[in-house]
């Protein structure tokens, strides 16, 4: 067993020292760091877990199970339990672990249903039995679904879970491409049309919740059109099943003549969806554009931002959230602790944006949607922020804490759980619930106005200095919205420029990884990335050259410059074979 360790971090003097713009600041003790409407009260349940925590479920008898982002020795899924009622947990305990190919860091699901506890990795759904007064399950663990594609270790394979109330689970099969183009990423590249993709991925199947060993073809595929899902769940109200859509990826990489880097930031939306049987939202043809409020074709179709075509076929979000906040869970809640508004209402996790530059990163905060009568009755509002603990959030490894899983007590509580460090919060109400109102609102209103919330601006937040040449300027363009304005890269998708014998070794590999992309898991610093790099044979040799040489000469590093007439050359040899160029495939295994 593990005594509770709920020792505090001081926050950083930036965050002591207004990096809010006004607003009122909290030391860490209140909260836990957390920015809430009135009368609400957050406390830290623990303050890390090394394996990081992905979503969250709570059994009847208060017991807090954790899927772990990082399986370890010890296990993929933690239990906690808080004995002396102060919200902090007094028992940790680790299990259900796996290995091999199951090491993955997209590792999603965690969910109650009964008398289970189901949870996922990157490509199989397990449960276990659960036995009240027990915390570890003590039966086998049982496989309930396989994903058993080839392609399942690339692009969009988490597997979140939902549960109607007929005996059947919903797994989402995401799209292994950002818009079916192939070869894949590639700028100008036009989509597949029709797209195959749809026939197996790119939408939702229904299953049997209580089968053992199925795969995809024992499911039925009850919507389409739908890219990449992490935040999923069924509404107990109206019926139906409720997903909030990770949108494309691109814009300006792979159209620049068509979008500028604003818009490439903004766009498309994240989509919050109402999915009925037979739903289809237009991937990969159509994406939403939540400025415009309307679906418009996407490039790879022949649309330029404005162009509507065929898109007036296909299914409408019921709300368009900013572009890149990554949706990663969603909760109605349906306990009696919390005033009125917020019953059957919807709590969103954002995760934030890693690929707004040159503009600062987006979301990082917990979104609320109210509901009447099975429809939302509201503009979304902002129930939890200050996750990040910076603002403006240039880079992504800036934020402190990512806001990833939500969960329900049986007592009304509402937990948050962290991505970063693995930082669990316990959120309950302590005012009178009769006159809660807009005036306790006030203040989260108020923070809409921060730059990882609201729209920015399009000359005055643009990151990118004017007096940026060559391949800086190059880099900042096309390469900081996945590897970081920093070269930092991002957790679990896309690795750091430094620190990689892939930025400061072989120059003719380092060319190649520009001119004809990467795919698959990459190891840097024991740590495995699971991203794309798309190609960049679009630059001019020079341009790759200069860019090349900056990145070898930044960010830590110290190597040698790469020649214009040796991206020349490479280019010149890649070209000859008269064969598309194929990315670069790496694995760990």
């Known amino acids: 067993m593990t005594k509770k360790f709920l020792f505090r971090k001081f926050l950083p003097f930036?965050?002591?020292?207004?990096?809010?713009?006004?607003?009122?600041?909290?030391?860490?003790?209140?909260?836990?760091g957390l920015f809430l409407p009135d009368d609400f009260q957050a406390v830290v349940v623990v303050d890390s877990i090394a394996e990081t925590v992905r979503h969250m479920a709570v059994t009847d008898d208060g017991l807090l199970y954790a899927k772990l982002r990082n399986s370890s020795e010890n296990g993929s899924v933690a239990v906690l339990q808080d004995t002396d009622g102060d919200g902090g947990a007094d028992i940790i305990e680790k299990f259900g672990g796996?290995?091999?190919?199951?090491?993955?860091?997209?590792?999603?699901?965690?969910?109650?249903?009964?008398?289970?506890i189901y949870f996922s990795s990157d490509l199989v759904?397990?449960?276990?039995?659960?036995?009240?007064?027990?915390?570890?399950?003590?039966?086998?663990?049982?496989?309930?679904?396989?994903?058993?594609?080839?392609?399942?270790?690339?692009?969009?394979?988490?597997?979140?879970?939902a549960f109607d109330n007929k005996g059947h689970m919903f797994v989402p099969f995401g799209a292994p491409s950002n818009a079916c183009q192939d070869p894949k990423r590639t700028p100008g590249a036009p989509g597949l049309d029709p797209c195959p993709q749809l026939e197996n991925h790119g939408g939702v199947w229904r299953f049997d919740?209580?089968?053992l060993g199925q795969t995809q073809k024992d499911g039925y595929k009850y919507a389409s059109g739908i890219r990449s899902v992490v935040a999923m769940?069924?509404?107990?109200?109206?019926?139906?099943?409720?997903?909030?859509?990770?949108?494309?990826?691109?814009?300006?990489r792979l159209w620049p003549n068509k979008f500028s880097p604003w818009e490439s930031a903004l766009l498309p939306s994240e989509e919050f969806m109402r999915v009925t049987e037979g739903?289809?939202?237009?991937?990969?043809?159509?994406?939403?554009?939540?400025?415009?409020?309307?679906?418009?074709?996407?490039?790879?179709?022949?649309?330029?931002?404005?162009?509507?075509?065929?898109?007036?076929?296909f299914d409408d979000p019921i709300i368009g959230f900013p572009g890149h906040w990554a949706p990663n869970d969603l909760v109605f809640y349906e306990g009696d602790q919390f005033p009125e508004r917020y019953k059957h209402g919807a709590f969103i996790a954002f995760h934030g944006s890693t690929n707004r530059a040159p503009y600062p990163q987006s979301g990082y905060c917990v979104g609320f949607v109210p509901f009447k009568d099975g429809k939302p009755s509201g503009d979304w509002e902002i129930f939890a922020d200050g996750f990040a603990e910076v603002d403006p959030i240039v880079s992504v490894n800036d934020a402190v804490h990512r806001p990833m899983g939500i969960a329900v007590g049986p007592d009304g509580a509402l937990y948050l759980s962290d991505s970063v460090e693995g930082k669990i919060w316990k959120v309950t109400?302590?005012?009178?619930?009769?006159?809660?109102g807009t005036a306790q609102l006030a203040k989260m209103e108020e923070r809409k106005t921060l730059s990882h919330i609201r729209t920015p601006d399009e000359v005055a937040d643009n990151l990118m200095k004017d007096e940026m040449a060559g391949g800086e300027k190059t880099y900042y363009?096309?390469?900081?919205?996945?590897?970081?304005?920093?070269?930092?890269?991002?957790?679990?998708?896309?690795?750091?420029l430094t620190g990689t014998d892939w930025v400061t070794g072989d120059k003719e590999r380092l060319i190649q990884v520009l001119l004809r992309g990467m795919e698959g898991s990459l190891e840097v610093d024991g740590k495995v990335f699971n991203g794309m790099m798309p190609q960049h044979g679009f630059l001019t040799d020079l341009e790759i050259s200069e860019v090349l040489t900056y990145i070898r000469s930044n960010f830590g590093n110290d190597a040698s410059p790469i020649a214009e007439h040796e991206v020349e050359t490479m280019r010149t040899t890649l070209e000859s074979s008269g064969e598309p160029l194929e990315p670069i495939r790496t694995t760990t295994e």
Request: net charge negative; proline share 6%; glycine share 14%.
């Open 14 to 32: 930036l965050g002591l020292f207004g990096v809010f713009f006004g607003c009122d600041q909290q030391p860490e003790e209140v909260n836990g």
């Open 477 to 496: 363009r096309y390469c900081s919205a996945c590897h970081q304005l920093n070269g930092q890269g991002a957790s679990g998708r896309f690795p750091p």
């Open 233 to 252: 769940n069924w509404n107990p109200v109206d019926e139906e099943l409720y997903i909030v859509m990770h949108g494309r990826d691109d814009l300006l």
């Open 429 to 436: 109400y302590t005012g009178d619930k009769a006159s809660f």
């Open 279 to 313: 739903s289809n939202f237009g991937w990969p043809y159509c994406y939403y554009d939540q400025l415009k409020e309307k679906k418009v074709l996407a490039p790879e179709y022949g649309g330029d931002g404005e162009i509507v075509g065929r898109c007036d076929e």
């Open 125 to 161: 759904v397990y449960r276990y039995k659960l036995k009240p007064g027990t915390l570890v399950p003590t039966g086998e663990k049982e496989i309930v679904l396989t994903d058993d594609h080839e392609h399942g270790k690339h692009e969009h394979i988490g597997k979140p879970i």
């Open 209 to 211: 919740a209580n089968k």
């Open 98 to 116: 796996y290995g091999g190919k199951e090491k993955w860091s997209y590792a999603t699901a965690m969910r109650v249903y009964n008398g289970y």
